[in-house]
């Protein structure tokens, strides 16, 4: 019994850091957001601002136009979310009820893909986007997304189709409802969590994503909030700590925010993606 107790709190002692130790950027960058210019220079700096202030949000705001690209990303994010999804569920679909040869080697090539580094892709990317018209394009940067998010859409949105009994498609079927309407009607609603925490994951990619976006976006009103953090940071590398930690808190904001609100639902269709029949 004494041992099991040690080892529960030895385990909820390890969580416990690992958690704080999860947490420790993001306090620390909320502590510098409200810090003034003299408190960011201290040789002994403090977690709790002595002096909070609002000038670092202002001076952002001022600075770089932070609500349009805010707007950008969240069009780009969303759009690409959506999209992935809506193309993945199908297929999905397709994958984890025909395991054929064809089936397998197509959720191979899925996760081979995941291991390609962006630098061998962006070349032939930006000439195809090139050719397209598409360069300096927010519609160009959303297909991008898509195509980047689609291989783990695929693989996550695969295992909650196989949590799905068969039985309820072919009772469906009995009732002579087509695959197509056994989709939409019977499976889809049960893989409601999946896709909630599959389009969450997508979303946050894209809304996190900054290479694609700093190659193949020119101009600033174009531009995407994780591109435009960088503008905080001079020629000769030096940042302007204090708007930038401002802007890099309120970028954070969305992705938590919806993680909160959501959060049962992702656990749920995590869940239910680890059950196997």
């Known amino acids: 019994m004494r041992t099991s107790t040690t080892a529960r709190v030895g385990q909820y002692a390890a969580l416990l850091a690992y958690l704080l130790f999860l947490a420790f950027p993001f ?9 003034p210019p003299r408190e960011l220079g201290s040789l002994h700096p403090t977690w709790i601002p002595e002096h909070p202030t609002l000038d670092n949000f202002r001076q952002a705001f ?12 969240l069009i780009a994010a969303f759009s690409a979310a959506l999209i992935a999804v809506l193309i993945a569920t199908p297929m999905a679909y397709v994958i984890a009820r025909h395991r054929t040869p064809l089936a397998r080697a197509a959720t191979g090539w899925v996760v081979v893909s995941q291991a390609f580094p ?3 892709v962006i070349i032939p990317l930006f000439l195809v986007l090139k ?16 195509v980047w998010a689609l291989p783990f859409a695929l693989w996550m949105l695969v295992g909650y189709v196989r949590a799905v009994p068969t039985e309820l498609e072919e009772a469906a079927a009995v009732d002579g409802a087509g695959r197509l309407r056994t989709l939409v009607s019977v499976v889809a609603p049960l893989l409601a969590p999946g896709i909630t925490a599959t389009a969450l994951f997508a979303f946050v990619t894209a809304w996190n994503e900054f290479f694609f976006a700093l190659v193949l976006l020119k101009t600033p009103e174009k531009q995407t909030l994780p591109v435009i953090l960088t503008h905080f940071i001079g020629a000769e590398g030096v940042a302007d700590l204090g708007p930038l930690a401002a802007a890099a808190f309120l970028a954070t904001l969305p992705s938590l925010l919806i993680f909160a609100v959501i959060q049962r639902r992702i656990t749920g269709g995590m869940l239910a993606g680890a059950v196997k029949n």
């Open 118 to 120: 962006l630098v061998l």
């Open 131 to 146: 050719e397209l018209r598409l360069i300096n394009s927010l519609f160009g940067l959303i297909l991008v997304y898509v």
């Open 62 to 73: 001022d600075e770089q136009p932070l609500l349009e690209a805010a707007s950008n990303s």
């Open 27 to 35: 306090l620390w960058l909320i502590s510098t957001a409200f810090k």
